[in-house]
């Protein structure tokens, strides 16, 4: 009885193991997938807001027409806006 009993605690051990291992495994894939997915929003967040995306003048070239005033204001276009 002895040794079918080692012989069965073995099996066991093992299957907790590999049943341990499989739920890591799976615990870590859903970590990094979180942690991309953190980075990405963060990311896209940054270049949202950066300062390098905002308009910071208005230079209107071969106008000839309309004033410089009336073209700012008909472009509804404000200094500091996020392109």
């Not at 605690?9 to 093992?14: D, P």
């Not at 907790?16 to 997915?37: A, G, P, Q």
């Not at 953190?38 to 000839?64: D, M, P, V």
Request: glycine content about 4%.
């Amino acid at each position: 009885m002895e040794i079918a009993e080692k012989k069965y605690n073995k099996i066991l051990t093992g299957r907790k193991r590999r049943v341990f291992k499989r739920k890591f495994i799976v615990f870590i894939k859903v970590f990094f997938l979180v942690i991309v997915f953190a980075g990405l929003i963060w990311g896209f967040n940054y270049f949202y807001n950066s300062s390098y995306f905002k308009i910071s003048s208005i230079i209107f070239k071969n106008n000839n027409h309309y004033t410089e005033d009336i073209l700012k204001k008909e472009t509804d276009i404000a200094i500091g806006t996020n392109i």
